[in-house]
């Protein structure tokens, strides 16, 4: 099962270059968006889980939700495109397209941080791992408190 999300978050990576191009309508960014964003919350929700000890520590599956959230960090903000503020039902805020710049700082951010949480649950390290989570984390709140709605 491992394999199979890897494989999909891997060419869904190779994919999200040309993705704005392959959106018909912005409903369509929107919903890639938010699944892409829904999946990486996911696999980031296990690792905290045992980074605070709501789950037992697993050093094999944190290393592998690590791999989905650092494969998945890229794609989502392909799906901010123009017009993409209005459409379905979503909880971006206006700033995301006011302050665009400010918005792909905090993606950037995050797509900094991944790869060290990475890097991180490789080691098998408890320790390590709680290192690089907080600051990812960090990233991830940051973004929610300016750019998003509860």
Sequence with gaps: MHFKALALALTAGALALPATAQFAKPEDAIKY???????????????????????PFDAKAAQADAEVVAALAALPWAGFGP???????????PEVWSDHAKFEEHAQKL????????????????????AAFGPTANSCKACHDSFRNR
């Design 33 to 55: 968006r938010q699944g892409a964003l829904r999946v990486m919350g996911h696999h980031f929700g296990h690792i905290g889980a045992m980074v605070n000890g709501k789950a």
């Design 83 to 93: 017009g993409t503020d209005q459409g379905v039902p979503t909880k971006a805020k």
């Design 111 to 130: 797509q900094a941080e991944t790869p060290k949480l990475l890097a991180a649950a490789r080691t098998g390290n408890l320790d390590q791992i709680k």
